[in-house]
């Protein structure tokens, strides 16, 4: 029987941001585009209004070690933004995940509703064999652009998603400022890097992606951690908000290769007479 793995991902902040190219200056234009997107990332996460949504999570787990490289169609190196991951195995992780996401006060509350179509009472978010994620919601854009974090952006290139012109950064948090990586088997923490890309749409100047990989040592159990997360308009009481609408988490271990595909659906607003139940015995809140 395989003993819980956890990998858990905190960001840990560091001196200052530096706006670096690797090889080469960025141009104007690219370090305004920049600064330009600097201000809304670092209020994503106050600027949210309390809302629920519907969280659905298609997870597989594969032998097969030849993971692709691509997100959603769009090229970039593997990769992922904040938040914090579990890796549980082997168990049952073929399996559809339905839960009701409530964001209130800048905190995330899951609330697992159904297993591959059926009620699923007493279960919690973090308690999954396979791969679980957390935090997709701004922490991930916030903390990339928080001056503490000594992140270096380099130009990348210019790219076209969905009839949308992109701008393209590559960016790289050093150890010292990057995320702590656990593993429970062991014991074992790490202060690990990361690098990654950022999509920022040319027209709008929002960020519409996030990819990112975490640097592990080649002798840590946790052989492999990333996160893509897509962004999109989404109305919430009359007011137009950039929100996740789709994520790929993926880990590997030393046997098993972990996916999980995220749909973020039916955002609405979460009323100021809702109350939420932390706990297996929550019930809906009030709309």
Same mark, same amino acid.
């Given at each position: ?5 956890? &990998? ?41 209004? !309390? ?20 997100? !959603? ?13 579990? &890796? ?28 591959? $179509?059926? !009620? ?14 957390? $935090? ?9 652009? *928080? ?12 790219? /076209? ?23 429970? *088997? ?22 519409? /992606? ?78």
């Amino acid at each position: 029987m395989k003993i819980l793995k956890i &990998l858990a991902v905190l960001l840990v902040i560091g001196v200052q941001t530096v706006f670096a190219a690797v090889g080469s200056e960025l141009t104007p234009e690219q370090a305004r585009v920049l600064e330009a997107v600097r201000p809304s990332a670092l209020q994503y996460s106050q600027n949210l209004p !309390n809302f629920i949504c519907t969280q659905v999570t298609h997870r597989t787990a594969t032998a097969d070690t030849n993971f692709g490289t691509s997100f !959603n169609g769009a090229s970039s190196s593997r990769g992922g933004s904040g938040g914090a991951g579990s &890796l549980r195995g082997p168990g049952n992780v073929n399996d559809v995940i339905e839960e009701r996401l409530t964001y209130f006060d800048q905190f995330e509350h899951y609330e697992v509703v159904a297993v591959n $179509g059926k !009620n699923a009472n007493g279960k919690e978010h973090m308690q999954f064999a396979g791969a679980i994620s957390a $935090g997709e919601f701004g922490s991930g854009l916030r903390n990339l652009f *928080d001056p503490r974090s000594h992140a270096t952006f380099s130009w990348d290139k210019t790219a /076209r998603l969905g009839g949308r012109s992109l701008y393209v950064f590559k960016f790289e948090v050093p150890s010292q400022n990057g995320t702590i990586v656990m593993d429970r *088997d062991t014991d074992q923490k790490i202060f690990a890097a990361y690098n990654g890309r950022l999509f920022v749409d040319r027209e709008t100047q929002q960020v519409v /992606r996030i990819t990112s990989e975490i640097e592990l040592p080649i002798d840590f159990p946790i052989k492999m951690a990333t996160i893509a997360v897509d962004y999109k308009p989404v109305e919430i009481a009359g007011t137009s908000y950039s929100l996740p609408s789709h994520s790929e988490i993926r880990m590997k271990d030393s046997s098993r290769l972990y996916v999980n595909q995220i749909e973020f659906r039916n955002y609405h607003r979460f009323a100021v007479e809702s109350t939420i139940h932390y706990g297996s015995d929550a019930s809906q809140p009030k709309q």
